[in-house]
């Protein structure tokens, strides 16, 4: 049987990390994690598991960390998990029979997510397929500093059951999360010369809150759809109020010089 290499990258992730390395039960005939400046009990959790580990200094990006880990890979075949994922058992078995009869160089897995108490089955967040499962070799990750992706040669196939991921437990986490990504997001659209205003900022945030709760049916998700569709409306909005004074700060630079 091929061999396979789980590869994650973390930070602070010691309420998950355990819970998902579990949820591998001896799949994997290596894993790999890539750590950023984890104060918690994130390594020792890793330790335990038998995990090879990276801790470098430096933040690059999501994708480019990605890398990192993926470069520190050995086997034949590769899994990226984030800390906050689980297999569930129908899962290992479809990876099982896949690695040993592949029919294409990269997989990609559904993926059912929850968020402050439901699992999420409408609000654009399913079906989730996320390209995950790929021969060492044949894919990198994009160099985005959020939002990244894995890039693969030739075709992907779509596995059938599900891999579960618990996102937001909580209010505090939705926040946390919106924060951090709204302003890596917009320095990203920032670097790419994209633009921002107050009035972009309100449009693409109702537009967002439509889209989540209307046209992706959110309002079938109960509460927390609604709360989803909110917090989706707030993020959009930050961003680009966000990338609207990144671009006021640079402007004001200029004019200094």
């Not at 580990?53 to 480019?64: A, K, T």
């Not at 990876?95 to 592949?102: D, E, F, R």
């Not at 010369?193 to 992706?216: D, M, N, Q």
Request: hydrophobic residues 35%; contains cysteine; glycine residues 6%.
């Amino acid at each position: 049987m091929p061999t396979l290499s789980v590869i994650l990258i973390t930070r602070n992730e010691e309420a998950n990390l355990g819970d998902c390395l579990t949820s591998l039960d001896g799949l994997a005939d290596q894993i790999v994690v890539v750590d950023t400046q984890s104060t918690d009990k994130t390594l020792e959790i890793a330790k335990a598991y038998g995990a090879l580990i990276s801790s470098p200094e430096d933040w690059p990006g999501f994708g480019p960390q990605k890398n990192r880990a993926l470069d520190l890979a050995n086997s034949d075949w590769v899994l990226s998990l984030d800390a906050d994922e689980r297999l569930t058992p129908e899962l290992r078995a479809e990876i099982k029979s896949v690695l040993n009869q592949p029919q294409a160089n990269c997989y990609a897995i559904p993926r059912l997510s929850w968020y402050c108490g439901r699992f999420m089955r409408h609000s654009g967040w399913t079906p989730d397929y996320v390209d995950r499962l790929f021969k060492r070799g044949t894919a990198r990750f994009s160099s985005d500093l959020v939002h990244e992706r894995l890039i693969p040669q030739g075709q992907v196939l779509k596995l059938k059951h599900q891999m579960l991921h618990y996102s937001f437990m909580n209010a505090e986490q939705v926040r946390a999360k919106m924060e951090r990504y709204s302003t890596d997001s917009a320095q990203q659209a920032f670097a790419k010369g994209k633009t921002g205003s107050p009035i972009k900022a309100v449009l693409h945030g109702a537009w967002s809150f439509v889209r989540t709760y209307f046209l992706r049916a959110g309002f079938l998700d109960g509460p927390q759809g609604f709360s989803l569709a909110c917090s989706n409306a707030q993020g959009t909005y930050y961003r680009y109020m966000k990338l609207w004074r990144l671009q006021q700060m640079a402007r004001a630079q200029n004019q200094k010089g």
